[in-house]
């Protein structure tokens, strides 16, 4: 019995045990995934899923909520979104009833939190629950902060009937 032969990827660091081996140098070779750096496994009943998180590359959103406070002690404060080009989107507009800025930002966080999550679980219920490749979507606690952003966003460009850039 031969022993088991890993070979790893230098771009990604991927590691594959060969399978079979043609006879010549330059001949075929299978190869069967071993598992790769920083995989993630998890069965759930007779499902084996496979999560990848590679720390080269960081989760990271290009765009997140950018929330800056408006307003004074003696009017009231609110909070908009500053986007790259410097338009300001109101996501707290209470109509100035927060008369501390901290008070604002909180409500703007529940605010952006609220909107994210029901647009993430309606999307999550418009295509039955299910992944693009069919895998279970997780829950809005289980996605990362990053995730969790982006629905943010997509529910404030939603409220101002535009494409947030």
Not at 81 to 102: F, I, K, P
Not at 148 to 156: I, N, P, T, V, Y
């Amino acid at each position: 019995m031969s022993d088991i032969v890993v070979v790893t990827r230098r771009a990604d660091g991927a590691r594959f045990e060969v399978i079979a081996q043609a006879r010549s140098l330059d001949g075929p070779v299978t190869l069967r995934a071993v598992a790769p750096p920083h995989a993630t496994h998890e069965v759930r009943g007779r499902d084996f899923n496979t999560y990848y998180a590679d720390p080269r590359k960081p989760d990271v959103v290009r765009h997140p909520p950018n929330l800056h406070v408006v307003g004074d002690a003696v009017q009231g404060f609110n909070v908009d979104h500053l986007d790259g080009a410097g338009n300001r989107w109101s996501v707290c507009d209470c109509a100035a009833a927060h008369l501390e800025a901290q008070d604002a930002l909180d409500c703007a966080r529940v605010v952006l939190d609220l909107g994210g999550r029901r647009a993430f679980e309606t999307y999550n219920h418009a295509v039955g629950g299910l992944t693009w490749d069919g895998k279970p979507i997780p829950g809005w606690e289980s996605v990362t902060e990053a995730v969790r952003d982006g629905w943010r966003m997509a529910s404030l460009a939603l409220r101002h009937r535009q494409t947030l850039r």
